[in-house]
């Protein structure tokens, strides 16, 4: 069966080289389907565009345990259902479906079963170079392998060859790169092109171990540096940040002093030009620098830079082992985009997100966000291919390693995983995880809409807006006990449980107002009003920086993929949209205020790369309490972690058991080392001060240090 299949060269790649095969592979182009109904169907087939819709000549067996069977199809798109008794039904193994005709249907995408093909068998990711061993599947049982051509980088390598099984050498040099096999088999066919990149590094990388960076392009730098005067620019025009700036900071080291190892960068697509009334209404009005207005599927907007500016980027970061994450925008394009212009019937009907007659609650899916915005309707499969065709060609032709999928609940859940499958098949063929993260902006009470496009076959993480809102309350606010903190953040855990998703933990983002304009007090309600009326003022209290020092100090040391949003790791201030996207400020343009705060939380970015315990380690609650929270990183390799926030605490001192076996413990942020007592430590803390201890003399204890 094909869902057998797929489960053995699961398997076989984790096992490794323990793995081998039994004789010769035949390729296997039929679609397999099983399905148990409740009860006991009088009829159950497969309908679909190979038998003329036609159940009856598709039917499914007994087999004892299920009605099953497998049918021969031409190469190419399939749509099919399983019918039972007349009732048309999704196939509960296939995860990739689309809407066409008024339906939704499972889709089977069938190879070309007369060519063969190479597929991975087994691959060991040790540090540095991965090793791989790939097979041959035959067209027929008597052809087997007769030449292969191995190439790295597109030059050619040596490849181990053993009847049907190839070993091609993947170059260790640190960095990305990709394999392309080729050959012939004995009849002379050859063999389908396998490609994958694969990454060569000194400790394998997984995106728990990730710190993301987000920039908006047009406010982070650009190639001369902003100057007094653009600061004083209306906050809705652009600002000129661009890709060379970014890859100026980028080369500057500037990501390292923070541990960042991954970069989210705002949309590339071209937009249009011009001042556009915001969603808010008048008289504001906006330029499209943030990205989210396409109008055109594949051109890199000009006034970012060229396709050799995005290349020289993607090399610089990958050089450094930076991975690069692109936004892409699925939901709805600009009106002055050729899909709009040309297709009309790929959008559905105007109707104003919110309005009386089309409430978010109902209409989510179908709604605009503004008159110049069409949103997509997906009732169409050439329109869902467009899309992701699209979103896979950035990937593809500027060798991304990730994308983050704005407005996730805007549309069907098929479609992200339509894209899910699509990367999966074309790009991780060494099973090189590509990051493909959703953006789905709820309140607290949001854990089951984000869960629902999770999971192995749909997107690999979101963002965690409940925990986010949560540090907010207890944090900038302080407004709810530490506790609360706790009990969300196990609440969302046990909800992730289960679903292989890498969360995107973050203090904030560019459609939220500044954590420290929140934690300072500066925010009067009105937000998107008070970007234009009164933005605030850099404060100069020390008060709110520690606020913020201690949410970042949270995401940096739990579970998942960390989120900064430019400017958060020294608090810049900021409102809503757009004054939550000032331009950047570097070096000597900040306060000491700023300047503190950014050593700090630079210093927490570094000790979490340096620490698989604030990587990869379980995390265990040790205390709970309304001004203190603590808990454990440890990742069993005898280099544990306890990290322990303290917001307004009655006494300075607080006592907590801690892994035995540790005899004196650091605290990294302020240098002092504690020795263990009988299983405990004594720490002496400052309100609204944040401490990460890890054993004396470990290597990663001086992390950062001064």
């Not at 915001?278 to 051109?299: D, K, L, N, Q």
């Not at 306890?642 to 009655?650: E, I, M, S």
């Not at 907590?656 to 020795?675: H, N």
């Amino acid at each position: 069966m094909r869902a057998a299949g797929l489960a053995l060269l699961a398997l076989l790649a984790g096992c490794g080289e323990e793995a081998r095969e039994t004789g010769p592979r035949v390729r296997d182009c039929r679609l397999h389907v099983r399905f148990a109904p409740a009860g006991q169907p009088g009829d159950i087939g497969i309908s679909s565009d190979f038998n003329g819709f036609d159940a009856s000549r598709g039917a499914l067996r007994w087999d004892g345990e299920a009605f099953s069977g497998a049918f021969e199809v031409a190469p190419g798109r399939h749509l099919y259902r399983v019918e039972v008794d007349g009732r048309p039904f999704l196939d509960p193994d296939n995860p990739v479906s689309l809407w066409e005709a008024g339906a939704e249907w499972s889709v089977f995408d069938a190879p070309d079963c007369a060519q063969p093909a190479f597929t991975l068998a087994a691959i060991e990711h040790a540090d540095g170079a991965p090793s791989a061993r790939l097979v041959l599947e035959r067209a027929d049982a008597q052809s087997g392998l007769a030449t292969v051509q191995a190439f790295v980088d597109d030059a050619p390598v040596a490849a181990e060859v053993d009847g049907d099984e190839v070993r091609p050498e993947l170059r260790a040099a640190p960095g990305k790169h990709h394999l392309r096999l080729e050959g012939t088999d004995a009849a002379g066919r050859p063999v389908e092109t396998f490609t994958a990149p694969y990454w060569a590094e000194a400790e394998r990388f997984r995106w728990e171990d990730a710190v993301i960076y987000q920039v908006v392009l047009d406010r982070f730098a650009r190639t001369t540096p902003f100057t007094p005067a653009d600061r004083l620019r209306p906050p809705g025009e652009r600002q000129g940040g661009d890709l060379r700036g970014l890859l100026g900071v980028l080369e500057s080291g500037y990501f390292e002093t923070l541990g960042v190892d991954a970069l989210w960068i705002s949309p590339l697509n071209t937009n249009p030009e011009g001042l556009w009334t915001g969603v808010e209404g008048g008289p504001p009005r906006y330029s499209s620098y943030h990205g989210y207005w396409p109008i055109a599927p594949r051109a890199v907007d000009p006034r970012l830079g060229t396709d050799a500016d995005v290349e020289a980027l993607v090399q610089a970061a990958h050089a450094r082992g930076i991975r690069v994450i692109l936004d892409v925008v699925l939901n709805h394009v600009h009106a002055q985009h050729p899909y709009a212009r040309e297709r009309p019937d790929w959008l559905n009907p105007l109707c104003a997100c919110g309005s009386p007659a089309c409430p978010w609650q109902t209409h989510i899916r179908t709604c605009w966000f503004t008159p110049y915005l069409p949103d997509i309707s997906w009732e169409s499969s050439e329109v869902l291919e467009a899309q992701i065709d699209d979103a896979l060609w950035w990937l593809e032709r500027f060798d991304l390693d990730g994308l983050r999928v704005d407005a996730v609940p805007m549309m069907p859940r098929f479609v992200t995983r339509h894209l899910t499958h699509q990367v999966h098949a074309r790009l991780e063929g060494l099973r090189t995880r590509y990051y493909l993260v959703g953006e789905t902006y709820t309140g607290t009470n949001g854990i089951g809409d984000i869960r629902w496009s999770l999971g192995p076959a749909g997107l690999d993480g979101q963002f965690d807006f409940p925990v986010m809102w949560t540090l907010r309350r207890v944090f900038a606010w302080e407004e709810a006990p530490l506790w609360v903190l706790a009990d969300v953040w196990q609440q969302t855990a046990a909800a992730w449980a289960g679903s292989t998703a890498v969360m995107g933990v973050f203090a904030g983002n560019h459609d939220v107002t500044r954590f420290l304009s929140e934690a300072a007090g500066q925010v009067d309600g009105r937000v998107y009003d008070q970007a234009w009326r009164a933005p605030p003022p850099i404060p100069d209290d020390p008060v709110p920086y520690a606020r913020l020092r201690l949410a970042q100090a949270f995401a940096l040391t739990v579970p998942g993929a960390p989120v900064l949003y430019y400017g958060d790791e020294f608090g810049l201030p900021g409102v809503g949209d757009p004054d939550n996207r000032r331009p950047m400020r570097f070096g000597g343009e900040r306060t000491p205020l700023e300047q503190a705060t950014a050593r700090v939380i630079g210093r927490l970015g570094r000790l979490r790369r340096c620490l698989p315990a604030l990587r990869r380690g379980t995390w265990r609650l040790l205390r709970a309490e309304a001004e203190r929270l603590a808990y454990l990183r440890d990742a069993g390799d005898g280099a544990p972690a306890v990290v322990v926030l303290a917001r307004r605490p009655a006494s300075g001192t607080v006592s907590l058991d801690v892994p035995a076996g540790v005899p004196a413990w650091r605290e990294v942020l302020s240098g002092v080392e504690v020795a263990a007592e009988g299983g405990r430590v004594t720490l002496t803390m400052a309100a609204r001060t944040p401490a990460v201890l890890v054993p004396a003399g470990h290597a990663c204890a001086r992390e950062g240090g001064e």
